[in-house]
C-alpha cells in the first residue's frame, strides 16, 4: 500500500472510530443548566477516566460567608486559602496534592476604590511580586520533586473577590470520600 492511500485509509478509520465513539462521549457528560437555582453551586468538577478535572478553586470556596476575604486583604492569605481549599478538594475525590498533573494559576492585582491600580513598570513589578509570594507557598504544599507542571498567568479580574484561582487535573489514587465541589 502506498503511503498516501494509507495515510488516506487511517485518516477514514480515525475519523470513524471517532465518529462511533461520539455519542458514547456526549452521553458520559451530563448537561449543565446555563444558570443554577437559588443557593445551588453550579458543578464544574469531574472524574473522567480515573483522572479528576477541577475548577475555579479560589480564596472563598469552602469557606463559610462568614470567613469571606476581599480584595483588601493580603495576597499571601488569598494563596493559602486558595491552596486548602484545593487540598481539601482533592482529598474529598480520593486524590492528594501530590497525585496533582497540571495546574493553571490564575492571578489578579486587587481592584479596589481604596487601592490604586500601578501602572507601567510597577504594574509589572506588582504582578512579579504575587508570582514571587505564590512560588513561596506553593511550594509548602507539595513533596520535594513532585510540584506538578504548572502554567501561571496574570488577568484584570478574578470572580468572587479572589486574587489567585486555580483549574487543573489529579490523578485519582484512592477512594472518594466527598463528591461535593
Not at 34 to 45: D, F, L, V, W, Y
Not at 47 to 54: A, E, K, R, S
Not at 89 to 96: A, V
Not at 130 to 148: E, H, M, V
Request: proline residues 7%; aromatic residues 8%; charged residues 20%.
Amino acid at each position: 500500500m502506498e503511503t498516501s492511500t494509507r495515510r488516506k485509509f487511517f485518516g477514514r478509520a480515525a475519523a470513524a472510530a471517532a465518529l462511533a465513539g461520539a455519542p458514547k462521549l456526549f452521553a458520559q457528560q451530563p448537561a449543565s443548566s446555563a444558570t443554577p437555582a437559588s443557593g445551588e453551586k453550579r458543578i464544574s468538577n469531574h472524574v473522567h477516566d480515573g483522572i479528576f478535572y477541577f475548577s475555579g478553586t479560589g480564596a472563598n470556596d469552602d469557606f463559610p460567608d462568614s470567613d469571606h476575604v476581599t480584595v483588601n486583604d493580603p495576597f499571601e492569605k488569598h494563596v493559602t486559602r486558595t491552596m486548602e481549599a484545593l487540598k481539601r478538594t482533592l482529598e474529598g475525590r480520593g486524590c492528594t496534592m501530590d497525585s496533582i498533573l497540571h495546574l493553571e494559576v490564575f492571578l489578579c492585582l486587587p481592584l479596589s476604590d481604596s487601592i490604586p491600580m500601578p501602572t507601567g513598570k510597577a504594574r509589572f513589578d506588582a504582578h512579579k511580586a504575587q508570582y514571587d509570594a505564590l512560588n513561596k507557598i506553593y511550594r509548602t504544599y507539595f513533596s520535594p520533586g513532585k510540584a506538578p507542571s504548572r502554567a501561571c498567568m496574570a488577568l484584570e479580574w478574578i470572580p468572587g473577590d479572589s486574587l489567585i484561582e486555580i483549574v487543573g487535573s489529579a490523578l485519582v489514587v484512592g477512594p472518594a470520600t466527598s463528591h461535593e465541589d
